[in-house]
C-alpha cells in the first residue's frame, strides 16, 4: 500500500489517498500504522482526496489512537502540501472539507509555506462542548489534585482547553494534559494547551494533543492559544505562536475568523508490505 509522509514542525502525518490504496482504515490498523516501533510511525492518518467537487477537496483525520478528528491545523497544511504535489491544486485559493469544517488553503513559496482560512474561533459552552455551562468559558478554574488551573477553552471545530500559567513546560504538559484530556468537563475529550504569554505578538504554548499525547508542534492548537490571547487583550490580532517544532504565524479579524500561515516538508513515499497487514489481522 502506497503513503506519503510529511511534517509540519515536527507534528507528522502520513498521507493515503483512496485512489492509490483500498483499506478498511479500523481502529487497530490505524494504531499500528502509527505506532513508531511496529509500523510506519506518525500523529495521524490523513485519507484523501476522498471526494473531489470543483475546487473543494475532502479529508479524514485519524489520531494515532485510531479516533478521528474533526480538524487539525498541520494536518490541513500537509493535504494542502499533498493535493500541490499531485498537481490537483496551484496557487490559486482551494478548499477542503473536514468533520469539523470547510478550510480555505493556498500554497505559497512553491509549496515550501501554506495559509489556511480555519473558520471562526467560539467560546461558547455548547459549540465546544462542555458539560454543565453555558455562555463563554472564559477565566474558569478547575482542581487536579493539589494544583487550582485557571483556564479558558475554545474550538475552532475541535475542542481546546488552554491553561494560563508564567511557568510552562513540557513535564506539566506531560503529567496534566492526559487528565485534562479526559476530564468529564469534555465529553468529546479535548486537545490541551498550556500557554505563556511573551509580549503583545507572540505567545508559547506546549502542547497536549488529543489522541495523540505530548506533541512539538499543531495547528489548532496554536489558533485556539492565540484566541485566548487576544480574547484576554494580552496580545493584538496578529501573533506569532512559538512551540517547540517551530513557529505559526496567526492572525484574527473582529469576529475571531483564524487565518494560519507555516511550513510543511515532505519526507518520504513509501510502501507498507502486505506482510504487515496480514500480520495485523
Not at 506546549?206 to 487576544?230: F, K, P
Request: glycine share 10%; hydrophobic share 40%.
Amino acid at each position: 500500500m502506497k503513503f506519503h509522509k510529511y511534517h509540519g514542525l515536527g507534528n507528522d502525518y502520513i498521507v493515503i489517498d483512496p485512489h492509490e490504496a483500498s483499506i478498511n482504515l479500523k481502529n487497530e490498523i490505524i494504531r499500528l500504522i502509527c505506532d513508531r516501533n511496529y509500523g510506519v510511525g506518525s500523529d495521524g492518518i490523513l485519507y484523501g482526496p476522498e471526494n473531489k467537487d470543483g475546487n473543494l477537496f475532502s479529508v479524514r483525520i485519524f489520531n494515532p489512537d485510531g479516533s478521528e478528528a474533526e480538524k487539525s491545523g498541520n494536518g490541513i497544511r500537509i493535504f494542502s502540501r499533498y493535493l500541490w504535489d499531485i498537481g490537483l491544486v496551484t496557487e490559486k485559493p482551494f478548499q477542503i472539507s473536514t468533520k469539523g469544517g470547510i478550510v480555505t488553503s493556498q500554497v505559497l513559496n512553491d509549496g515550501d509555506m501554506i495559509k489556511a482560512e480555519m473558520g471562526k474561533v467560539s467560546f461558547n459552552a455548547i459549540d465546544i462542548p462542555i458539560t454543565g455551562m453555558t455562555g463563554e468559558v472564559i477565566n474558569q478554574e478547575m482542581v487536579i489534585g493539589q494544583r487550582k488551573l485557571k483556564y479558558c477553552a475554545a474550538t475552532i471545530g475541535n475542542p481546546h482547553c488552554i491553561i494560563l500559567g508564567e511557568q510552562i513546560s513540557p513535564e506539566i504538559v506531560k503529567e496534566l494534559g492526559p487528565v485534562i484530556e479526559c476530564s468529564p468537563l469534555f465529553p468529546n475529550r479535548t486537545n490541551v494547551q498550556f500557554l505563556k504569554v511573551l509580549n503583545n505578538s507572540e505567545i508559547q504554548i506546549e502542547i497536549w494533543e488529543r489522541g495523540a499525547g505530548y506533541t512539538l508542534a499543531s495547528g489548532s492548537s496554536s489558533i485556539a492559544a492565540a484566541a485566548v490571547a487576544h480574547k484576554l487583550g494580552l496580545c493584538g490580532k496578529n501573533i506569532t505562536v512559538h512551540m517547540h517544532g517551530g513557529n505559526l504565524d496567526i492572525s484574527f479579524s473582529d469576529d475571531f475568523m483564524a487565518t494560519m500561515i507555516g511550513p510543511v516538508t515532505a519526507v518520504y513515499d513509501g510502501i507498507i508490505k502486505n506482510d504487515f497487514f496480514n500480520k495485523c489481522i
